[in-house]
């Protein structure tokens, strides 16, 4: 009996320590939450993230649309793209865009792009610039602007039928921002850092350079 009655109250002192332990507050700073995919998340109608975190993003998808803009400018018959003025778009070098906030910035496309596609990204301008020079409409095996098979719109075509200024766009998409969300930004020492504030700047980065609007949510795809 007396040993019976020593287990219990050896269990219940450990039992005590334990829920004094568990109980205690939490340090300001926690790990991560884990989620299990059980769990109910509330969306917001409106994302309000921290401007300033997203400042530079924004800035680089603005100088992204602008050479996109300029690129597209071939789509029209007999109008030279230069590749230098891609290439200084793209490194923001030489004032090379409308607005005076761009160019003083002190910031560019380049440096946030992986840097594994920057030579094909420059090759690409290449390819644009020669195609543009085509004073013929598009052919098998020649260069020149004709109008889309799919749409009523006029693309430029290289020689080899493609419309590079889409390689352009598409490259950017996946090497800048698909890079930097996926990557940079949220890859796992960011979304495990012990830190809240880290974790709350990468997130506001990353859905900067998803590049939509902060009540995208309440808009409706049709297809």
Same mark, same amino acid.
């Given at each position: 009996?007396?040993?019976?009655?020593?287990?219990?109250?050896?269990?219940?002192? #450990?039992?005590?320590?334990?829920?004094?332990?568990?109980?205690?507050?939490?340090?300001?700073?926690?790990?991560?939450?884990?989620?299990?995919?059980?769990?109910?998340?509330?969306?917001?109608? &409106?994302?309000?993230?921290?401007?300033?975190?997203?400042?530079?993003?924004?800035? $680089?998808?603005?100088?992204?649309?602008?050479?996109?803009?300029?690129?597209?400018?071939?789509?029209?018959?007999?109008?030279?793209?230069?590749?230098?003025?891609?290439?200084?778009?793209?490194?923001?070098? +030489?004032?090379?865009?409308?607005?005076?906030?761009?160019?003083?910035?002190?910031?560019?496309?380049?440096?946030?792009?992986?840097?594994?596609?920057?030579?094909?990204?420059?090759?690409?301008?290449? $390819?644009?610039?020669?195609? +543009?020079?085509?004073?013929?409409?598009?052919?098998?095996?020649?260069?020149?602007?004709?109008?889309?098979?799919?749409?009523?719109?006029?693309?430029?075509?290289?020689?080899?039928?493609?419309?590079?200024?889409?390689? &352009?766009?598409?490259?950017?998409?996946?090497?800048?921002?698909?890079?930097? #969300?996926?990557?940079?930004?949220?890859?796992?020492?960011?979304?495990?850092?012990?830190?809240?504030?880290?974790?709350?700047?990468?997130?506001?980065?990353?859905?900067?350079?998803?590049?939509?609007?902060?009540?995208? &949510?309440?808009?409706?795809?049709?297809?």
């Amino acid at each position: 009996m007396q040993s019976l009655k020593f287990t219990s109250t050896f269990f219940i002192f #450990i039992f005590s320590v334990s829920l004094f332990f568990s109980c205690k507050p939490k340090k300001q700073d926690d790990p991560a939450p884990v989620y299990t995919g059980d769990e109910v998340i509330s969306t917001p109608t &409106i994302y309000s993230g921290n401007k300033q975190y997203m400042h530079d993003a924004d800035i $680089r998808l603005v100088m992204f649309e602008s050479l996109i803009e300029y690129a597209q400018s071939g789509n029209t018959k007999e109008v030279f793209v230069d590749s230098i003025k891609l290439k200084n778009m793209f490194y923001n070098t +030489s004032s090379p865009f409308d607005t005076a906030y761009l160019n003083t910035s002190g910031l560019n496309i380049a440096e946030a792009v992986d840097p594994v596609y920057k030579p094909e990204i420059e090759k690409l301008f290449g $390819r644009l610039s020669i195609a +543009s020079k085509s004073q013929v409409e598009s052919a098998n095996g020649v260069a020149g602007v004709k109008q889309a098979t799919t749409t009523s719109a006029f693309k430029l075509y290289d020689a080899n039928g493609i419309a590079v200024y889409e390689l &352009i766009e598409k490259q950017l998409m996946g090497s800048l921002q698909l890079y930097q #969300i996926c990557s940079v930004l949220l890859a796992d020492n960011n979304l495990k850092n012990q830190s809240k504030e880290i974790r709350l700047q990468t997130w506001d980065k990353a859905f900067a350079y998803l590049g939509v609007t902060p009540d995208f &949510i309440n808009y409706k795809v049709t297809r």
